[in-house]
């Protein structure tokens, strides 16, 4: 329920916002993402009907966030998606959300990237939501791409926001003023999203590594024909 009331925040305003950004906005929280899954309606189903991501977090300030994760998300018969987060023989749940609403990955990511910048920066979550919220209503970068995914190349989209670029506490946020949300899109990747990644540079001559925090598609179960 958390990650649906965000999701909200995120659709407020988005209708006055300009052609483009309508554009960027259909590309990163795309409604019909898990169309073509098909539901898990038993054990004997458990490989179909189900995505799994990798999950690394890297940089000298995220203390126990960092390490690699797996998320789990599996698509039930009442059409809601249930998310896992595992570390080693460690899971606990995500939550439930409609499949109506698209793949929730994409909101358990923003969220997780603020909490961890706001965390190392000391900034507020709530200003760094308002900022995503508003870079997504000016152009966004989108390049074209080609990715490797079960043996084939796939034609794909990186859309880049970088959402202090033009904040005016940029000079007060140090390093993290450069965090930049690359998310790669396909319509031939089940889920839609194959890769997100935000990324925050080292700070210039000191000792600290930057941050990462990359989710990358490992495995999609049996997709419906």
């Known amino acids: 329920m958390r990650f649906l009331l965000l999701f909200a925040l995120f659709l407020l305003g988005m209708a006055q916002g ?3 950004a309508a554009e960027t906005y259909e590309l990163l929280f795309r409604s019909t993402a898990l169309k073509g899954l098909a539901a898990v309606s038993s054990e004997s189903e458990a490989a179909q009907g189900t995505l799994v991501y990798d999950k690394v977090i890297s940089g000298a300030d995220v203390g126990q966030t960092s ?5 789990g998300l599996k698509i039930e018969p009442d059409d809601n998606v249930a ?3 595992y570390q080693g023989t460690r899971s606990r749940g995500l939550g439930n959300y409609p499949a109506s609403v698209g793949n929730p990955v994409i909101m358990y990511f923003l969220e997780s990237v603020l909490a961890d910048v706001a965390a190392q920066s000391g900034g507020s979550p709530f200003y760094m939501r308002n900022r995503i919220k508003e870079a997504l209503l000016r152009d966004a970068q989108v390049v074209p791409v080609s ?15 970088r959402p202090f670029t033009n904040d005016k506490a940029r000079d007060r946020m140090g390093r993290f003023a450069e965090l930049a949300l690359a998310v790669t899109v396909s319509e ?9 990644v935000a990324t925050v540079p080292a700070a210039a001559g000191g000792a600290k590594a930057g941050y990462s925090n990359a989710i990358t598609l490992k495995r999609a179960g049996e997709e419906r024909r």
């Open 18 to 20: 300009p052609a483009a």
């Open 67 to 71: 390490g690699s994760f797996g998320i």
């Open 83 to 85: 998310m896992m987060l």
């Open 147 to 161: 990715l490797r995914y079960q043996n084939r190349d796939i034609a794909a989209r990186e859309v880049t926001i």
């Open 188 to 196: 031939d990747i089940p889920g839609w999203y194959y890769s997100l």
